[in-house]
């Protein structure tokens, strides 16, 4: 696996939008009105920069654990889902995959390092670019090539995960020492990935729920 020896934080990206805060009820009509069409990354990249929750409305979605980033949940239909992510200081993600989906993801609050990889091979080949669920894993040797590194933060470009292979790991790091909050839309819902674990040299698909719903 090709990485760099140290984290290598991009420099602050330019700021991009200041959107208009709406109730929630506002913003979750607006995602739904979206998924009724043809979903595209352009379309939903200028919904989420342009509309953001307000801020008391956003206090209702924030849970928190000491030890891990939680998922809650804002909105779902069949082709979208909307949630809210928080991060406590120093928490990551493993390195994990969303072929298959597009994904958007704005900062509310902080900032994360976004690490982006790509599979270089495996040695279960036969076991990717499954319709519907991109892989089923079960590698036992595994090769990745860091691509580059994003920093999300409010007003920046939005993050985006694209149908093709997208394979990042997105971590809050310890020595910014402060909390972050980040709005995620998958389309399709994302209920299970493929994660990797570099050291074992093993990956396994992995089933994901709400924190809170």
Not at 7 to 22: F, G, M, T
Not at 27 to 36: A, M, N, Q, T
Not at 138 to 155: D, Y
Request: with cysteine.
């Amino acid at each position: 696996m090709e990485t760099p020896d140290s984290v290598s934080i991009p420099k602050q990206p330019a700021h991009v939008a200041d959107p208009v805060a709406l109730p929630v009820d506002e913003f979750i009509e607006g995602v739904r009105k979206l998924s009724e069409g043809l979903i595209t990354k352009q379309k939903m990249y200028e919904f989420l920069v342009s509309y953001s929750l307000r801020r008391e409305d956003l206090e209702r979605y924030k849970h928190w654990n000491p030890d891990r980033h939680t998922r809650n949940k804002i909105f779902r239909n069949d082709m979208l889902e909307v949630m809210i992510i928080c991060w406590p200081v120093g928490v990551k993600t493993p390195l994990h995959t969303h072929n298959g989906q597009l994904g958007w993801m704005s900062m509310y609050e902080g900032k994360l390092l976004v690490e982006n990889f790509k599979k270089i091979r495996c040695n279960a080949p036969e076991n990717e670019q499954v319709v519907g669920i991109d892989c089923i894993a079960g590698a036992t040797k595994i090769e990745m090539q860091h691509l580059a590194n994003e920093l999300a933060v409010p007003g920046g470009p939005l993050n985006t995960v694209d149908k093709t292979q997208t394979i990042h790991r997105i971590q809050n790091l310890a020595e910014w020492n402060e909390r972050a909050v980040s709005m995620h839309v998958y389309s399709r819902p994302i209920d299970s990935c493929v994660v990797f674990d570099m050291d074992a040299q093993t990956c396994y698909r992995r089933d994901l729920k709400y924190d809170y719903e």
